[in-house]
C-alpha cells in the first residue's frame, strides 16, 4: 500500500514509544506543497517517524492546513515544515500559527519551506530568510561553523550532494546563528544573485529567540536547514544526526509543556496527549496513543509496529 496518501490529508500516527515517566515531546510535520513538490517527502516523514523513540517525541504529520487552528497547535512543542512549498497557510492558519509562536511554541524548518509563504513576514522571520534560487543539483561541501547539537555528529568538512541555496537576505542580519556555511568554492553557481548571501555563505541556522514572535511575548527556538533535497539525504544518518540535533535543541527552549509545566502550549507529560475528535482524518494518532502511553515498554514497541504497519 502507499503509504503517503496527501489526498486524504491524512496524519501518520506519531509513535508513542517514550521512555514512561520522562518528558515526552509531541511535535507536528507539515508537508503541504502548493508549488514545487519534492518526491524524497515520504522518505522525509519516514525517517522521522523512525527516530521518534530516539528522540523521546511524538510525531504527527499532515497536509491539511485546518489543522493550523488555535485548539490544535497549542499541543504540540515544535512545529516542523518539511520541504513545503508555495503558499501551505489560508489567513486563519497563518493568525493560529502566529499565535503559537507568540505562546512559545518552538519552529523547525527544513529545505524549501523557505520557499513557502513568502509574502508573510513573521513567517520568513521565523524561517531566518526567504530562499533566492539554487544551482543545479551537485556536489558540494559545507563547513561546520559552530559547535552545536545540529552540527555535532557531522565533519567539519562535510561532503554533501545538494542544492545549494541562496537567499534573499542574510540571516544573520535578525539574530539568527549560522551553523553551516556553504563552501563556495566547492560547487559551480552560474547564477546572479540579487544579494552576496553575507560572509560566510549560511545553508543552516538557528535562532534562540525565533523572531517569528510578535513584540513583546517570549519566543520559543527557532531551527533551518537548507539541505534535505534528495531521498540519498534522508537515508543519511549525519543528515538525520543534523535535523534530529537541531530539532531536540529547538525543543530545549524549554518554553512548551513538556519541558515545563507552565508553559502554555506543547504536549502536557502528566496528561497523556488529547487530540479531539477528527472526523475528517482517516488515521489518527491520538486515538491510540494516550493507551499506548500507559502500556509496558514491550506491548508499546509492539503496538507501535503494528501501527506502523497498518499506516505503512
Ligand atoms: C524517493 O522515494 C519515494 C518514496 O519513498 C519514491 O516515490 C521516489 O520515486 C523516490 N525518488 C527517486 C528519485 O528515487
Ligand atoms: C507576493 O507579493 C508579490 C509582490 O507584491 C506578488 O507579486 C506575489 O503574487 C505575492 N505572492 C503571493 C503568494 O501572495
Ligand atoms: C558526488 O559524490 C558522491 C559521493 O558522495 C560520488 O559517489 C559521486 O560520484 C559524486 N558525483 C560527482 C558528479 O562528482
Ligand atoms: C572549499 O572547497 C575547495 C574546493 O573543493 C577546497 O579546496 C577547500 O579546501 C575548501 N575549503 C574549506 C574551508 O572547506
Ligand atoms: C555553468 O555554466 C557552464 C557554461 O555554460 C556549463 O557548462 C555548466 O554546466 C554550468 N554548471 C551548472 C552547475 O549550472
Ligand atoms: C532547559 O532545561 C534543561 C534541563 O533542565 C536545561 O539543561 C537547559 O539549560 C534549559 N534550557 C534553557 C534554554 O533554559
Given at each position: ?20 515517566g ?17 518526491d ?23 497536509e ?14 515544535a ?66 561553523l ?101 530539532l ?14 507552565h ?50
Amino acid at each position: 500500500m502507499n503509504f503517503y496518501r496527501p489526498a486524504l490529508g491524512l496524519i501518520v500516527a506519531g509513535l508513542m514509544q517514550g521512555v514512561l515517566g520522562q518528558p515526552i515531546a509531541r511535535v507536528l510535520i507539515y508537508t503541504a506543497t502548493r508549488a514545487f513538490r519534492h518526491d524524497s517527502i515520504p522518505t522525509a516523514v519516514n525517517a522521522l517517524l523512525q527516530q521518534s523513540k530516539t528522540l523521546n517525541v511524538v510525531f504527527d504529520h499532515t497536509e491539511d492546513q485546518n489543522q493550523f487552528n488555535d485548539a490544535n497547535l497549542a499541543k504540540y512543542d515544535a512545529i516542523m515544515f518539511v520541504s513545503t512549498t508555495g503558499e501551505v497557510l489560508d489567513d486563519a492558519g497563518k493568525a493560529a500559527f502566529q499565535k503559537y509562536l507568540n505562546l512559545g511554541g518552538n519552529f523547525v524548518g527544513i529545505h524549501s519551506c523557505s520557499d513557502s509563504l513568502v509574502n508573510t513576514t513573521f513567517y520568513g522571520q521565523e524561517v531566518g530568510a526567504y530562499f533566492d534560487y539554487h544551482p543545479e543539483l551537485q556536489n558540494a561541501t559545507v563547513d561546520v561553523l559552530v559547535d552545536h547539537p545540529s552540527t555535532q555528529g557531522l565533519p567539519k568538512e562535510w561532503h554533501i550532494q545538494e542544492e545549494m541555496y541562496n537567499f534573499k537576505s542574510d540571516p544573520r542580519s535578525i539574530g539568527a546563528v549560522v551553523v553551516l556555511a556553504a563552501n563556495e568554492s566547492s560547487y559551480v553557481d552560474n547564477g546572479t544573485r540579487k544579494f552576496n548571501q553575507g560572509t560566510p555563505h549560511p545553508s543552516a541556522w538557528y535562532q534562540e529567540h525565533g523572531a517569528g514572535v510578535e513584540n513583546g511575548n517570549p519566543a520559543g527556538r527557532s531551527f533551518y536547514t537548507s539541505l534535505g533535497h534528495l531521498n540519498e539525504t534522508w537515508q543519511d544518518v549525519l543528515f538525520i544526526s543534523h535535523v534530529t540535533g537541531g530539532l531536540n535543541w529547538a525543543l530545549q527552549a524549554n518554553t512548551t509543556l513538556a519541558f515545563n509545566a507552565h508553559a502554555k502550549v506543547g504536549n502536557s507529560p502528566s496528561s497523556p496527549p488529547s487530540t479531539g475528535p477528527s472526523p475528517s482524518l482517516p488515521l489518527h494518532s491520538g486515538d491510540s496513543s494516550g493507551a499506548i502511553e500507559t502500556a509496558p515498554q514491550i506491548a508499546l514497541v509492539a503496538a507501535a509496529s503494528t501501527l506502523l504497519n497498518i499506516i505503512l
